[in-house]
């Protein structure tokens, strides 16, 4: 029988990330460490909690999942042009962490991460420009923001992204509540995974409303299901008999 939270054959949700089983492998992605930081700069007073509720996230997938492979998805880190000091030591000790728990950590690189470098550098690893090929699930992992076609994304039968923080707003009478959720649908006839940021701060884009970020997502995600994510995984169906239920 298949689990609310198995997003397609031996891949599954787990907290805010993903569980490829066959590769003994957990994705996450959008951090955006270091957020806080530049908006105390630009006058808003936040405090500086997203490192520790991601860790404290991580802490409770790898009681759990006991990975050989982490993957970071893109936008580990929030700043474009710089490297903050928050994000020198924020960056610095979630790799140590990550690392920790499994024999590889992968980074992607995200369209924040374009000064990721030093720090990978520091800590000895390849940032994966493009994307990262699992061959044993035929899974090519990469952040979203631009369509890098190579022999990895041809030969993936399933692409999964992040970048575009897909969340729902669901209304029952006058509440309404926001979940980060997990997306799925198709993309040139490959299986599409759009995955939640694992970012407290950076929380996410109603998915009924607004414009797409990710150009693999299409305006109409009418035919995609969605998993939202709050206690545990719950499993909604297809977007398009979402709103009729619990926005009607």
């Known amino acids: 029988m298949k689990q609310a939270n198995e997003i397609a054959p031996k891949i599954k949700a787990t907290g805010l990330g993903l569980w490829l089983e066959k590769e003994k492998t957990l994705i996450i992605g959008d951090l ?6 530049m908006l105390n700069r630009q006058g808003v007073m936040m405090p500086r ?19 050989e492979k982490i993957i970071v ?7 474009f042009g710089t490297i903050s000091q928050q994000e020198w030591k924020e960056v610095l000790d979630i790799i140590e962490f990550l690392q920790a728990h499994c024999k590889q950590l992968v980074l992607v690189r995200g369209n924040h991460d374009t000064i990721l470098g030093p720090i990978a550098l520091l800590k000895r690893i390849e940032i994966k420009k493009e994307g990262f090929f699992l061959e044993k699930s035929k899974v ?3 952040h979203g923001h631009e369509i890098f076609r190579g022999k990895e994304f041809e030969n993936a039968k399933t692409i999964v992204i992040g970048n575009e923080h897909p969340a729902v707003s669901l209304s029952e009478g006058t509440k309404k509540e926001t979940y980060k ?4 649908g198709k993309f040139e006839g490959k299986e599409l995974i759009a995955m939640p940021s694992f970012s407290s701060i950076a929380y996410g884009t109603d998915v009924l409303q607004g414009e797409r970020v990710s150009p693999f997502l299409p305006e ?15 499993y909604f169906g297809k977007i398009k008999n979402i709103e009729g239920e619990h926005n009607g």
Not at 32 to 37: A, C, K, M, P, W
Not at 73 to 79: A, I, R, S
Not at 181 to 184: A, R, T
């Open 140 to 142: 090519f992992v990469t």
């Open 49 to 67: 909690i997203n490192f520790e509720e991601i860790k404290e996230r991580l802490e409770k997938i790898l009681e759990k999942a006991k990975p």
């Open 32 to 37: 955006h460490l270091g957020y806080e930081e």
């Open 181 to 184: 959720c997990f997306l799925k």
């Open 73 to 79: 998805n893109g936008d580990l880190k929030h700043e």
């Open 220 to 234: 109409d995600l009418s035919e995609f299901e969605l998993w939202a994510v709050e206690d545990k995984v719950y």
